[in-house]
T-cell receptor, first 110, second 112 residues
Framework: GQNIDQPTEMTATEGAIVQINCTYQ??????LFWYQQHAGEAPTFLSY??LDGLEEKGRFSSFLSRSKGYSYLLLKELQMKDSASYLC???????????WGAGTKLIIKP | DAGITQSPRHKVTETGTPVTLRCHQT?????MYWYRQDPGHGLRLIHY???????DKGEVSDGYSVSRSKTEDFLLTLESATSSQTSVYFC???????????FGPGTRLTVL
């Protein structure tokens, strides 16, 4: 079957670095998405990885290892506004549906 | 931002009543989706559409029906609402390119 696992909750300190992990099991692979969702709001796109390695975008970076079925989202110089849930998603074999992880709630403390 | 609106944004209804939620897009995207989001479950797909009058079931479709008579509108109907359908409902659209999805603002539905 197809499955995605993420930690339920993480806590970090303002100004620090945090890594949010995602492991997935799919029969095929067509990329991996990270979305950010603030409380009471809709998910918004953060990053997309289809090749192995690290993709950097400002304070946020996303890493993918296809052989290990593993990705992480790295957030640097944490700010209070980074308090949100971070969702990992992969396309199904049909490639027009996404399988979603349950999300990781990130709590930032001053 | 992708032009997606949902209506109503909030609704309280009683068990057994019919409810219709509307998703409207101005992006002319082919694919549209209805999700529900509940604590501990993440986003779960209810139904999706891959074109006008072309729809299919997702993983949690029981008790829900959908219709898409125009590219821009995707309706989700709860024929007889139950308390287990209390949730936040999100509509999403995609053009299919790498399947990146854009979300509407959500509808918070409470069934008493």
């Amino acid at each position: 079957g197809q499955n995605i696992d993420q930690p339920t909750e993480m806590t970090a300190t303002e100004g620090a670095i945090v890594q949010i992990n995602c492991t997935y099991q799919t029969s095929g692979f067509n990329g991996l998405f990270w979305y950010q969702q603030h409380a009471g709001e809709a998910p918004t796109f953060l990053s997309y990885n289809v090749l192995d390695g690290l993709e950097e975008k400002g304070r946020f970076s996303s890493f993918l290892s296809r052989s290990k079925g593993y990705s992480y989202l790295l957030l640097k110089e944490l700010q209070m506004k980074d308090s949100a849930s971070y969702l990992c998603a992969v396309p199904m074999d049909s490639n027009y549906q996404l399988i979603w992880g349950a999300g990781t709630k990130l709590i930032i403390k001053p | 931002d992708a032009g997606i609106t949902q209506s109503p944004r909030h609704k309280v209804t009683e068990t057994g009543t019919p409810v219709t939620l509307r998703c409207h897009q101005t992006e002319n995207h082919r694919y549209m989706y209805w999700y529900r989001q509940d604590p501990g479950h993440g986003l779960r797909l209810i139904h999706y559409s891959y074109g006008v009058k072309d729809t299919d079931k997702g993983e949690v479709s029981d008790g829900y029906s959908v219709s898409r008579s125009k590219t821009e509108d995707f309706l989700l109907t709860l024929e007889s609402a139950t308390s287990s359908q209390t949730s936040v409902y999100f509509c999403a659209i995609s053009e299919g390119v790498r399947n990146e999805q854009f979300f509407g603002p959500g509808t918070r539905l409470t069934v008493l």
